[in-house]
């Protein structure tokens, strides 16, 4: 199992420090997530209801033709290698491991390239992968030239493959419009704008033929009924989605500022986090995790990756940054 930001137990046990003392930025999960309702009985009771109305309601947030619900993003990541003879996958590095651990796993050949300037790279690929924007560096690609990547790869019947995760913030950047394109495929999640990880609620937006592949390769029922019943909710809720969208981006704006303020100045970002790479990134990690601020650690590179804090977490991140 590969290592995961939100593994706050593991920092418990090393530095001693109770659970509920801990303000975790090692996600880039939103911290005021969305307001669950009261969920009917009957959502516990009967199985879940694939005509329940959630497939359109999710078009039409998305944009897109059709898709699949999945349970989390990371279910239909998972199964997607299974879904093509074994061939050379080309992914962006750095980037959220999963993907590799995946097509490796199931005896892809996975090579690395840092930019679509990566030609030589990129030419050999039967499946091109890549997060937009990135987790965790926050590079941002445009709709335009992933398209253009598509048309090269469809053309010698190659895939694109977009987790699009961290994309609720800025739908203005998404292809899931064109997700319908063979040889295209968009991967969404509930765990990160909407706040609702616990929730396992993902999607794939691909071409309908695909799309019944993967539901194959899944089985029945895999998002549970409460979790379909929550996602209509939040799917549909435009007021709180606009209000967000502007909250996210002032908060990771002022992330930003405190950062930079303290000597630490992002490379990058996303509404949901700030990335800064830094050769002292470790050294960093452990004083503020001995403060009780658990930050994400990226050693290859070396970098960090700052979630939003809560209401009252600002006051404590300022004052670790202070004493750094
Ligand atoms: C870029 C990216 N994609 C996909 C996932 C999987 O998320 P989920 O399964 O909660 O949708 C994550 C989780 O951290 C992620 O960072």
Redesign the pocket.
Known sequence: MLE??GNLSAAVTRYGIPLENWLDLS??INPNHYPIADIPPHQWHQLPNDEDGLVNIAANYYGCQSLLPT?????A?QALPTLRSLGTIAMLKP??Q??AYAWQRYGHQVLSFNDLNDEHILNKADVVLL?NP??PTGKQFSAQALLSLHAKLANRGGWLVV?E??MDATPEHSIALHSHLDGLFV?R????FFGL?GA???FMLAADEQLKKLQESLGPWTLTGPSRFIAKQALQDKTWQENTRITLKSSSKRLETLLSQYGLKPTAGTALFQYVMTAQAQVLQERLAAKGIWVRLFKEQPALRFGLPHDSGWQLLEGALKLL
Do not use: I, P, W
């Open positions: 995961h930001g996600t880039g349970s989390g993003s990371q279910a990541l980037m959220y999963e993907h997060c990135n987790n987790d995760a961290f991967l999640s509930l765990g990160k990880a396992r609620v993902g």
